[in-house]
């Protein structure tokens, strides 16, 4: 599966602000800190993904984006689809039939069931656990 560089910087938005306090507004430059995005390509992500309801902006000195639904709720492929649009028959793959064509279409949907049953709420739970563990032995 092949994710555009878009998609991965909407992902990464998206679980940012997922991460915070969902009551206070997060500023574009902090994301973009956070997540090692350059900030003009993540206003323009960010803008779409206001016009897709997953997130809303508040404008002012102390304005920035949140997201518009509890992340419980807004799934990895959910967001994908939107950014990359309809997986249907990606370029690359013929339009044809062929002897690959269903083991194709099995991936792709066992792909697709994997992303959209995984909720933004999920990955930050598992990725706090997981940082939770490490703990750095500064034994000398």
């Known amino acids: 599966m092949n994710v555009s560089v878009k998609s991965e910087y909407a992902l990464q938005a998206v679980f940012d602000l997922a991460c915070q306090d969902m009551k206070n507004p997060i500023k574009i430059a902090d994301i973009a800190r956070r997540q090692r995005i350059p900030q003009k390509f993540l206003e323009l992500i960010l803008s779409g993904l206001k016009q897709g309801d997953f997130v809303e902006s508040r404008r002012g000195a102390e304005g920035g984006y ?29 339009r044809n ?12 949907s066992a792909v697709s069931a994997v ?21 750095p032995n500064w034994d000398i």
Do not use: C, M, N
């Open 115 to 135: 992303l959209d049953e995984t909720s933004f709420a999920e990955l930050v739970r598992t990725w706090r656990e997981k940082q939770s563990k490490y703990i």
């Open 97 to 108: 039939e062929t002897p690959f064509s269903e083991l194709w279409d099995r991936v792709d």
């Open 66 to 94: 949140l997201l518009a639904r509890d992340p419980s709720v807004i799934t990895v492929g959910e967001v994908l689809r939107f950014v990359e649009g309809s997986p249907h028959r990606k370029k690359g793959r013929r």
